[in-house]
């Protein structure tokens, strides 16, 4: 049995001490919802165990061996001692999951709008980028100061970036990015 913890919020319930400790060193107490402290709560975690923070999507967020170095405002928390052997600490956004009934990590599945938006993302990056290299050509050409490798360059720079405006994401799975031009 997995021992999960969370939401944690904000306690206002302070004794004297931790008081002062939050007005000299800015120090924020938490505590979940059936009233653990945080810090009192690390205490117990054992050391081999690799602790994630988690939302209420079950995405983790963050994981440390160290709880230390976790604050878990607004997620959850659970001690996990079996890992998948490719886990790798997680960027916000949520590449795995906390499968709460099973008590394990899997590697997140995105939805089908979740694909498309990812790979909207994507071809907005590599517009961007295309941007950048097309922007000094076009002023060359425009000022007649282009030689005819940057005009080769500009005109073949230009179809990529009208080839990725054109290009179908409402299937993922199917995308074929265009090469980049050399």
Do not use: C
């Not at 945080?38 to 050391?47: C, M, R």
């Not at 209420?56 to 440390?64: D, H, M, R, V, W």
């Not at 899997?106 to 941007?131: D, K, P, W």
């Amino acid at each position: 049995m997995i021992n999960a913890y969370g939401p944690f919020s904000i306690r206002n319930d302070l004794n004297e001490e931790e008081t002062a400790l939050q007005s000299s060193h800015n120090v924020m107490f938490i505590a979940d919802s059936d009233g653990n402290d945080w810090y009192e709560l690390q205490k117990i975690f054992q050391a081999e165990t690799l602790k994630i923070v988690f939302d209420e999507n079950n995405l983790i967020n963050s994981a440390s061996y160290d709880a230390s170095t976790l604050f878990p405002l607004s997620f959850y928390v659970a001690e996990m001692s079996t890992v998948p052997d490719d886990f790798t600490l997680p960027p916000p956004g949520g590449q795995w999951v906390f499968d709460s009934e099973s008590e394990a990590i899997s590697q997140r599945v995105y939805t089908e709008a979740e694909l498309i938006e990812q790979a909207e993302q994507e071809r907005t990056t590599r517009i961007a980028a295309a941007t950048v290299v097309i922007d000094p050509l076009r002023d060359a050409v425009e000022l007649g100061r282009a030689t005819e490798e940057q005009r080769a360059r500009l005109l073949a720079w230009q179809n990529y970036r009208i080839d990725l405006i054109e290009l179908d994401l409402s299937v993922p799975s199917a995308v074929v990015w265009p090469d980049l031009p050399e």
